[in-house]
């Protein structure tokens, strides 16, 4: 996954059921992705993961 190859580590237990809670240290507040490792993302989150990417990489 892009966030992860990024520096964004995965908490454990961040999020409920199948939502999965991004950190960086260099990004303000968290990415949220619902549904399951392998799922596709919804259009908003895919734009989310660019924007987040984008901040940690300037």
Do not use: C, N
């Not at 996954?1 to 237990?13: E, I, P, Q, T, Y």
């Not at 199948?18 to 240290?25: D, G, L, V």
């Amino acid at each position: 996954m892009d966030l992860r190859r990024s520096g964004f580590d995965v908490v454990s237990g961040g999020g409920k059921g199948s939502h999965r809670k991004f950190f960086h240290p260099s990004y303000p507040g968290a990415v949220t992705i619902s549904g399951r490792d392998g799922d596709d993302v919804k259009p908003y989150q895919e734009k989310q993961v660019k924007q987040a990417i984008e901040t940690v990489t300037r």
